[in-house]
């Protein structure tokens, strides 16, 4: 195998043109150019060379290449751990994009009068994609708005009064009028990258190889450990690693909707659930929309379904039978030549004086990312 | 004769008396993971006299030895495995050729791997000698969009020789019919509701299979002991089987709990179907056991790796179900509690592990390691098969929900292995019972039972619950909870009180231990608490009592 001419945008979405195309393409070379240095020993300590992490438009793809998927729920584990029961961690998870942090968020739609479920969307896709495309074809971006979340969207909805396409916008800020793409501020494609390349570091510390993905994610400080996703995007790929096996992710970069299971599910007129299942945006193998909606001209609603007996009352329910996916390639097993890491990444206290500048492209939370300050804005940002 | 050998270690039993079970003691049939069942726990199978090609019976406790199936009886059979096999004279001998044999899938969702092993934690290089006893779990979809056909199986181990087991479901009977290889062919070993038959209750693969539903102990995160999103099962690198085409398959638990989930659902729906066809329940003591005591038991966990807690880290949610039946009282019966799930200082759990010398240990392979199970803080909690006849008996007017509240309201503290509970089976009727009649006839029975006994009784207690308006009762529940789940969440941040709920939840541990379904020693972890010690309680002030 070879070099690939370039990323395709997450889903090989159609939206953009060529000059949009090309401007992805920056985008992912230079997060993951980013990302391979890691950041400088001034910022982090232990936390580079990440020499096992490659770019697939400039280093080859050995023969011996494997993909590896890898999985996880898109119901935000740390409600999950924090809460004493089903209906709370439900309530909880349905109540704001914010919490809803493993690279999926939903918004739900009822009937006004019966309370009742009609329809819940969700999404996977980046912001990074989002504001490029509003950059590089505004129309665009308004006409998905209106076919994806409501025709009564308006220009002045979306942009700034300096033009600038707000991520949080009346349409795609809240858990019940709409989810266009990813706002929670650790769900980013730039996030996924610095993730899986920090990832890629062996690390052997006290002479002990570390292995578990707690551990791991502990000692890289690559993302947050109450997630599904981050330390087992970090597991997965460290455990490549740790075959001596280079690695990316692979084209096009994204994260993807995996399957969602509907075992136990029922819907009253005895149809298949999962047929209400659908992908509305991205191609066949990477979808990045989906809705869960029964026909108008069924006499039932999503509210009508139950599983395993109870009716679907929050769209967090439907988010535990989801599962998200990302896919790296590894390949030339065995040759890597890199050596571990002995020590677990330290940040050195920030500087006496005015405060440094925040390099971040996104507001900082306590949910959300935490600049590598070696980066530049949106490109190598650490979950945190 | 010849000695039924195609089963698994089951470590945990080796210091059991089990009668005339296999000369080795640590060797037993069966298991207790999503498929699998044992069919002997001491019955010797004349393998010798079995036939290739011909499907035998041998229900543990009703058939004395193995015995052909008329065809009849097997025409009596719709489950994929009688239908697609055995019927058409299949009879694979390995999990690939049984794989192989079915219609193959059209969708990656139509088959699932998984995989699972008590010791998959252990890194390898530590412990070379190790038994690791890892076992494929795969669930297929054959005859429909839903799974029917669940197979579990030794997976390092010769798939020639090794345990091979499957439930499948009838859709026709709707059941869980139970089957096992024993070479040159197969057995077919019971149906649900052989688990609930007096003879073969609680004998044979129904020691595990206690309700006639496929079993997952560790159902929910971080799904101790399995692969899942939280923990990786870890193979040498050059472990063969790294290379084995159903392991290059597996996937995470957190999936195949969904799918157990809905085949408990689906045999507990079968069963009360059945059970009130008539309107009268035939024994409905079988029912009402689900509500008053433990059948059974799931394992919970913090989802937290024991091994990267450290005293300044972050505080620990223990697991919910350590405090109450939080999934029947909170979710199920919708109790308007608000309390938080309590936290503890990470600090205590720390000193802890010294302080009561968790380890863990499997004296049959001479292993031990100091510190706590993978995930901190194992318990046992209420389980799934159980709160699913409740909730479903609810659903259906089998009894009204505040009943199931006032029971599950006495002694709500103990959420499993209450004696007090226990007790109100005394007013279950056990002969035949209209269900219009049915909860009313309990009630009357404790309420008359209860006037005569002191009020701290369980009669006592069920009958002031009982008592309460149908405008109250929900409210002032909810509020017992919340008062006691504030106690715990104090309580829980001193010395004493944390050393408390460590004795609280080894003295449950106790309890699992004495039941089949712990067939691995290292399951749990074992501390330096006698296993004489008195079976402890909790009380509703946060306390911890004899």
Redesign the interface.
């Given at each position: 195998m070879s070099t690939i001419n370039a990323y395709d945008p997450p889903g090989r979405l159609t939206d953009l043109d060529e000059t949009g195309l090309k401007a992805w393409n920056v985008f992912i070379t230079n997060s993951i150019d980013q990302a391979i240095k890691g950041p400088d020993a001034g910022q982090a300590l232990n936390d580079s060379p990440r020499s096992q992490f490659y770019d697939l438009t400039r280093t080859d793809t050995a023969a011996d290449a494997t993909e590896a998927p890898v999985?996880?729920?898109a119901f935000p584990?740390r409600i999950?751990?924090?809460?004493?029961?089903?209906?709370?961690r439900w309530q909880r998870a349905d109540a704001s994009r914010d919490v809803q942090d493993e690279y999926c968020e939903w918004s739900v739609t009822r009937d006004p009068s019966s309370g009742k479920i009609t329809q819940v969307m969700f999404t996977c896709e980046g912001p990074e994609y989002w504001d490029l495309l509003a950059q590089s074809s505004p129309a665009t971006v308004l006409q998905l708005y209106r076919t994806h979340i409501s025709p009564n969207v308006q220009q002045n909805d979306l942009f700034g009064i300096d033009g600038s396409y707000q991520r949080r916008n009346r349409w795609n800020d809240s858990t019940t009028h709409g989810a266009m793409h990813l706002i929670q501020a650790a769900n980013t494609l730039g996030a996924e990258i610095e993730l899986a390349a920090a990832a890629s570091i062996v690390r052997v510390v006290n002479g002990q190889e570390l292995?578990?993905?707690?551990?791991l994610i502990?000692c890289g400080k690559y993302g947050e450990?109450e997630r599904?996703s981050d330390?087992?995007i970090g597991?997965?790929v460290n455990?490549i690693a740790r075959?001596k096996a280079d690695i990316a992710l692979t084209n096009p970069v994204g994260l993807y909707f995996d399957?969602l299971?509907t075992?136990?599910w029922a819907a009253p007129d005895g149809s298949?659930p999962?047929s209400y299942w659908t992908y509305r945006r991205g191609d066949a193998t990477h979808p990045v929309r989906a809705v869960y909606e029964v026909p108008a001209d069924r006499n039932f609603t999503v509210g009508d379904i139950t599983i395993?007996?109870t009716p679907i009352q929050y769209g967090a329910q439907i988010a535990?039978?989801i599962?998200i996916r990302l896919s790296a390639v590894a390949c030339r097993f065995g040759q890597s030549t890199g050596q571990p890491q002995t020590a677990c990444v330290q940040f050195p206290p920030p500087p006496a004086g005015p405060a440094a500048p925040a390099l971040a492209a996104v507001p900082l939370s306590a949910h959300g990312y935490r600049s590598s300050p070696a980066a530049p804005s949106s490109l190598t940002t650490r979950r945190r | 004769m010849q000695e039924f050998h195609e089963h698994r270690r089951a470590t945990a039993w080796a210091r059991k008396s089990l009668g005339a079970v296999a000369d080795s003691p640590r060797d037993t049939a069966g298991a207790a993971d999503a498929t699998e069942f044992r069919i002997s726990a001491g019955d010797r199978l004349r393998i010798d006299a079995l036939e290739t090609g011909r499907l035998y019976r041998h229900v543990t406790g009703i058939d004395h030895e193995a015995r052909l199936m008329t065809p009849q009886e097997l025409a009596e059979l719709g489950d994929p495995m009688a239908t697609v096999l055995f019927r058409r004279n299949i009879f694979p001998m390995t999990v690939q050729e049984l794989l192989a044999a079915l219609p193959q899938p059209t969708t990656p969702s139509q088959q699932a791997v998984y995989l699972i092993s008590e010791a998959g934690q252990i890194p390898p290089d530590t412990a070379p000698g190790l038994h690791r006893d890892i076992r494929f779990a795969i669930t297929r979809c054959v005859q429909g969009r839903d799974v029917d056909l669940l197979v579990s199986t030794g997976a390092n181990a010769d798939p020639a020789t090794t345990f091979l087991q499957v439930a499948a479901w009838d859709p026709i009977a709707k059941v869980f019919n139970y089957y096992m290889r024993i070479t040159p062919t197969w057995v077919w070993a019971g149906n649900s509701w052989s688990a609930l038959a007096p003879g073969s209750r609680g004998n044979g693969c129904f020691d595990s299979h206690i309700n006639g539903s496929v079993v997952m102990k560790e159902l929910r995160q971080p799904w101790l002991n399995w692969q899942s999103q939280a923990a990786t099962i870890q193979l040498a690198p050059d472990d063969p089987l790294r290379g084995d085409p159903l392991y290059q398959q597996v996937s995470g638990a957190q999936n195949l709990e969904l799918t157990v989930r809905s085949l408990v659902s689906r045999w507990t729906a079968a069963r009360l179907a059945a059970v009130t066809a008539d309107g009268t329940i035939e024994h409905p003591d079988h029912l009402l056991r689900h509500l008053f005591t433990t059948t059974s038991v799931n394992l919970t966990s913090s989802a937290t790796q024991s091994a990267t807690i450290t005293p300044t880290g972050d505080d620990l949610p223990l697991p919910a179900g350590l405090w109450l039946n939080n999934d029947a009282l909170l979710d199920d019966l919708a109790l308007p509690a608000t309390a938080s799930l309590p936290l503890a200082p990470a600090s205590r759990y720390v000193d802890s592990l010294t302080t009561f010398g968790f380890r863990l240990e499997e004296k049959a392979g001479g292993f031990s390691r100091t510190g706590d199970s993978f995930f901190a803080f194992v318990t046992p909690e209420a389980a799934y098969e159980d709160n699913d006849v409740v909730r479903q008996m609810v659903q259906q007017a089998i009894i009204p929900a505040k009943f199931a509240a006032c029971a599950l309201m006495v002694d709500f503290t103990n959420p499993v292995f209450s004696t007090d509970r226990a007790r109100l089976m005394a007013y279950v009727p056990t002969a035949p019972t209209a269900v219009a009649a049915l909860s009313d006839r309990i009630v009357q029975a404790i309420l008359a039972a209860a006037a005569k006994l002191p009020a701290t009784s369980p009669e006592a207690r069920f009958a002031a619950a009982w008592n309460l308006t149908d405008n109250s009762w929900a409210t002032t529940f909810a509020q017992r909870i919340d008062t006691y789940l504030g106690h715990v969440t104090a309580r829980i941040r001193t010395p004493s009180g944390f050393d408390d709920y460590v004795r609280l939840a080894e003295s449950r541990r106790r309890e699992f231990r004495a039941m089949r379904l712990n067939e691995f020693e290292l399951t749990l972890p074992v501390t330096d608490i006698p296993a004489d010690a008195p079976r402890l309680t909790m009380l509703e002030d946060a306390t911890v009592t004899p």
């Amino acid at each position: 195998m070879s070099t690939i001419n370039a990323y395709d945008p997450p889903g090989r979405l159609t939206d953009l043109d060529e000059t949009g195309l090309k401007a992805w393409n920056v985008f992912i070379t230079n997060s993951i150019d980013q990302a391979i240095k890691g950041p400088d020993a001034g910022q982090a300590l232990n936390d580079s060379p990440r020499s096992q992490f490659y770019d697939l438009t400039r280093t080859d793809t050995a023969a011996d290449a494997t993909e590896a998927p890898v999985t996880w729920t898109a119901f935000p584990r740390r409600i999950k751990v924090h809460s004493i029961g089903d209906n709370q961690r439900w309530q909880r998870a349905d109540a704001s994009r914010d919490v809803q942090d493993e690279y999926c968020e939903w918004s739900v739609t009822r009937d006004p009068s019966s309370g009742k479920i009609t329809q819940v969307m969700f999404t996977c896709e980046g912001p990074e994609y989002w504001d490029l495309l509003a950059q590089s074809s505004p129309a665009t971006v308004l006409q998905l708005y209106r076919t994806h979340i409501s025709p009564n969207v308006q220009q002045n909805d979306l942009f700034g009064i300096d033009g600038s396409y707000q991520r949080r916008n009346r349409w795609n800020d809240s858990t019940t009028h709409g989810a266009m793409h990813l706002i929670q501020a650790a769900n980013t494609l730039g996030a996924e990258i610095e993730l899986a390349a920090a990832a890629s570091i062996v690390r052997v510390v006290n002479g002990q190889e570390l292995t578990t993905d707690q551990e791991l994610i502990q000692c890289g400080k690559y993302g947050e450990p109450e997630r599904n996703s981050d330390p087992h995007i970090g597991g997965a790929v460290n455990a490549i690693a740790r075959q001596k096996a280079d690695i990316a992710l692979t084209n096009p970069v994204g994260l993807y909707f995996d399957d969602l299971k509907t075992d136990g599910w029922a819907a009253p007129d005895g149809s298949d659930p999962k047929s209400y299942w659908t992908y509305r945006r991205g191609d066949a193998t990477h979808p990045v929309r989906a809705v869960y909606e029964v026909p108008a001209d069924r006499n039932f609603t999503v509210g009508d379904i139950t599983i395993n007996g109870t009716p679907i009352q929050y769209g967090a329910q439907i988010a535990d039978f989801i599962t998200i996916r990302l896919s790296a390639v590894a390949c030339r097993f065995g040759q890597s030549t890199g050596q571990p890491q002995t020590a677990c990444v330290q940040f050195p206290p920030p500087p006496a004086g005015p405060a440094a500048p925040a390099l971040a492209a996104v507001p900082l939370s306590a949910h959300g990312y935490r600049s590598s300050p070696a980066a530049p804005s949106s490109l190598t940002t650490r979950r945190r | 004769m010849q000695e039924f050998h195609e089963h698994r270690r089951a470590t945990a039993w080796a210091r059991k008396s089990l009668g005339a079970v296999a000369d080795s003691p640590r060797d037993t049939a069966g298991a207790a993971d999503a498929t699998e069942f044992r069919i002997s726990a001491g019955d010797r199978l004349r393998i010798d006299a079995l036939e290739t090609g011909r499907l035998y019976r041998h229900v543990t406790g009703i058939d004395h030895e193995a015995r052909l199936m008329t065809p009849q009886e097997l025409a009596e059979l719709g489950d994929p495995m009688a239908t697609v096999l055995f019927r058409r004279n299949i009879f694979p001998m390995t999990v690939q050729e049984l794989l192989a044999a079915l219609p193959q899938p059209t969708t990656p969702s139509q088959q699932a791997v998984y995989l699972i092993s008590e010791a998959g934690q252990i890194p390898p290089d530590t412990a070379p000698g190790l038994h690791r006893d890892i076992r494929f779990a795969i669930t297929r979809c054959v005859q429909g969009r839903d799974v029917d056909l669940l197979v579990s199986t030794g997976a390092n181990a010769d798939p020639a020789t090794t345990f091979l087991q499957v439930a499948a479901w009838d859709p026709i009977a709707k059941v869980f019919n139970y089957y096992m290889r024993i070479t040159p062919t197969w057995v077919w070993a019971g149906n649900s509701w052989s688990a609930l038959a007096p003879g073969s209750r609680g004998n044979g693969c129904f020691d595990s299979h206690i309700n006639g539903s496929v079993v997952m102990k560790e159902l929910r995160q971080p799904w101790l002991n399995w692969q899942s999103q939280a923990a990786t099962i870890q193979l040498a690198p050059d472990d063969p089987l790294r290379g084995d085409p159903l392991y290059q398959q597996v996937s995470g638990a957190q999936n195949l709990e969904l799918t157990v989930r809905s085949l408990v659902s689906r045999w507990t729906a079968a069963r009360l179907a059945a059970v009130t066809a008539d309107g009268t329940i035939e024994h409905p003591d079988h029912l009402l056991r689900h509500l008053f005591t433990t059948t059974s038991v799931n394992l919970t966990s913090s989802a937290t790796q024991s091994a990267t807690i450290t005293p300044t880290g972050d505080d620990l949610p223990l697991p919910a179900g350590l405090w109450l039946n939080n999934d029947a009282l909170l979710d199920d019966l919708a109790l308007p509690a608000t309390a938080s799930l309590p936290l503890a200082p990470a600090s205590r759990y720390v000193d802890s592990l010294t302080t009561f010398g968790f380890r863990l240990e499997e004296k049959a392979g001479g292993f031990s390691r100091t510190g706590d199970s993978f995930f901190a803080f194992v318990t046992p909690e209420a389980a799934y098969e159980d709160n699913d006849v409740v909730r479903q008996m609810v659903q259906q007017a089998i009894i009204p929900a505040k009943f199931a509240a006032c029971a599950l309201m006495v002694d709500f503290t103990n959420p499993v292995f209450s004696t007090d509970r226990a007790r109100l089976m005394a007013y279950v009727p056990t002969a035949p019972t209209a269900v219009a009649a049915l909860s009313d006839r309990i009630v009357q029975a404790i309420l008359a039972a209860a006037a005569k006994l002191p009020a701290t009784s369980p009669e006592a207690r069920f009958a002031a619950a009982w008592n309460l308006t149908d405008n109250s009762w929900a409210t002032t529940f909810a509020q017992r909870i919340d008062t006691y789940l504030g106690h715990v969440t104090a309580r829980i941040r001193t010395p004493s009180g944390f050393d408390d709920y460590v004795r609280l939840a080894e003295s449950r541990r106790r309890e699992f231990r004495a039941m089949r379904l712990n067939e691995f020693e290292l399951t749990l972890p074992v501390t330096d608490i006698p296993a004489d010690a008195p079976r402890l309680t909790m009380l509703e002030d946060a306390t911890v009592t004899p």
